[in-house]
């Protein structure tokens, strides 16, 4: 069986990148970090390949990191498992409303 | 370790991995002749963009000397400028300033001469002979460090802040070790990523370059709000939506990564030529391929290193474009377009360093002559010049 894989970058993200396809909801994932360490979290949604889940629960309003870095803010309270994307993380930067 | 490579030397001493003579029209509406005259001539490019009249004067400016630069490219043996005889760029001082690095410049007026048919003719003639006096010029070898190389990412999804830029970034700092310069632009995309640039920036965050790349990164993010509208929609594209990528931070963030990890040395505006500067610069550009490839390539850039993810197929006239595809989907399916497979990375297969030395050896061979992809498939036609004001 393929190894559903996904990357989690920096120590401080919250979220991490599945690199596998047929992802749904319920598959459990491996998600690996640079030192090798990994935990298997079962998905929730339907994920396709090089996008995102949460690694741990997020409030809306909670800073998205990735890279050690902040990608956004999330827009509505995600679980842990879930799939994050523009339906539930909002872009910070380049706004014409802010 | 040192490295060489076989370039044309030009008479202002800069080497280039291309011997082609290019056909400029200095507007728009000198394309079309120009075109005839590319397409009857082997060895010769052209430069069809969109610009140099009713602009206002600033952009005018801009689109003469970023077409000034465009000539001096050290991968054009020779220049042919078509001018129709009443635009707004300076076609003598066009004709001038590229005649200055010693390379033959002519020029046909397309009104002066009566018109099309007959500038067509006169412009093959001219141009033939370009191509045959550039055709015996022999390569020479020389050291790495008269290398410019252009980056950029294009058609990203989130393997190109994973594999492919990374591998970018491991050729970036292997070319400041060995002397050479190294470019990137795309400023919209340093939006949420800008602060790690400045700390990088020779002087720290709070010296002059530190300060000048939050400043890029203000006018662009300004110009977009000035227009009351909305970045997101725009930027990141439908395409990097639904590559995975979530927002514009997202994206600068992934693509900063191919710039490696050496000081930055300044920021260079749109138009401006390299002349002897080494290191690592930012050329203030945005990130759209026809306007950011023109940009690279006026720097004096022998090629460029473009990093993927769901598949840019195009090039540019004069520069050849080495694709590093960051996603083994793609590369699989679009392989006839990408020049290297990163997304072993991303399946684990291979290391970054080990996929980074992998696309320094294809960049000799590509300075050598070895054509890229896009070159060997003729997709490199569209290229344009980043103008700050209106049409008028």
Known sequence: MELKLALKVDDLDNVATIFANGITDGTVVAV????????????????????KIALRDIAKGERIMKYGECIGAASADIRKGEYVHVHNLEALRGRGDL | MSYTFMGYRRPDGKYGARNLVAVIPSVICATDVAQAIVRQVQGTVGYFHHQGCCQLPI???????????????????????????????????????????????????IQELGGTSRA???????????????????????????????????????????????????????????????????????????????????????????????????????RAKAIGEDMRGGQPTPGNIAGGLSSIEEKSLGAIVKSGHRPIQGVLEYPEFITDQKGLWIKDAPGREPEILTGMAATGAQFMMFSTGRG?????????????????????????????????????????????????????????????????????????????????
């Open chain 1, 32 to 51: 690996r970090d640079k030192k090798g360490n990994h935990e298997d979290i079962p998905v929730i949604g339907d994920v396709p390949y090089g996008h």
């Open chain 2, 312 to 392: 840019a197929p195009q090039g540019f006239p004069s520069m050849p474009v080495i694709k590093i595809c960051g996603n083994p989907n793609t590369y699989e399916h679009m392989g006839h377009d990408m020049d290297l497979n990163a997304g072993r990375i991303i399946t684990g297969e291979k290391t970054i360093d080990q996929v980074g030395e992998e696309a320094f050896e294809l960049m000799l061979k590509v300075l050598n002559g070895q054509m890229t992809k896009n070159e060997a498939l003729h997709y490199f036609s569209t290229m344009d010049i980043y103008c700050l004001g209106p049409v008028i």
């Open chain 2, 59 to 109: 952009d005018l400016t801009r689109v003469t000397d970023t077409l000034i630069s465009l000539g001096k490219s050290p991968n054009l043996a020779a220049v042919l400028v078509v001018s129709l005889g009443c635009e707004g760029t300076d076609v003598e001082r066009l004709c001038d300033e590229i005649a200055a690095t010693g390379k033959p410049v002519e020029v046909i007026h």
């Open chain 2, 120 to 222: 067509i003719q006169e412009g093959i003639d001219k141009a033939q002979a370009l191509v045959m006096q550039a055709s015996g010029l022999q390569r020479e070898e020389t050291d790495i460090s008269n290398v410019i190389m252009s980056i950029k990412c294009g058609a990203s999804d989130t393997t190109s802040g994973m594999a492919s830029n990374c591998v970018i970034g491991y050729v970036a700092d292997k070319l400041v070790d060995l002397g050479a310069t190294v470019v990137f632009g795309e400023t919209t995309e340093f939006l949420g990523g800008e602060h790690i640039l400045a700390n990088r920036a020779v002087g720290g965050y709070d010296g002059p370059v530190g300060q000048k790349i939050l400043e890029i990164v203000d006018r662009m993010e300004k």
